[in-house]
Nanobody
Framework: QVQLVESGGGWVQAGGSLRLSCAASGLTFSNYIMGWFRQAPGKERTFVARIRSGGSLYYADSAKGRFAISRDNAKNTVYLQMNSLKPEDTAVYYC???????????????WGQGTQVTVSS
């Protein structure tokens, strides 16, 4: 079975930083594009960032310049470094794995359980 397990969420003051991790198992990690999405209460789940196995990157406009996605294929882990956090970044952050590069939630094959990020002003 495929499992994606996020960690690293928590409470942080505006302007602070957090580093999220997602540990994958049950899949050939290097074959998959990995991504991060987020969902605030009452809002749709939206794309944040993705990374191909070879390292090519793509960010949502809201993340560009503040967030950095990376991966360690040897550890089957993808990361999201979040800097200069704003209250509007508050959401549950989800890790995802897929074979098609996309910003759409429906294109992704596997999802983690999510980790809460709360940014206070």
């Amino acid at each position: 079975q495929v499992q994606l397990v996020e960690s690293g969420g928590g409470w942080v003051q505006a302007g602070g930083s957090l580093r999220l991790s997602c540990a994958a198992s049950g899949l050939t990690f290097s074959n998959y594009i990995m991504g991060w999405f987020r969902q605030a209460p009452g809002k749709e789940r939206t794309f944040v960032a993705r990374i191909r196995s070879g390292g090519s990157l793509y960010y949502a406009d809201s993340a560009k310049g503040r967030f950095a996605i990376s991966r360690d294929n040897a550890k089957n882990t993808v990361y999201l470094q979040m800097n200069s956090l704003k209250p509007e970044d508050t959401a549950v952050y989800y890790c995802a794995a897929g074979l098609v590069p996309s910003m759409m939630t429906g294109a992704w094959d596997y999802w983690g359980q999510g980790t809460q990020v709360t940014v206070s002003s």
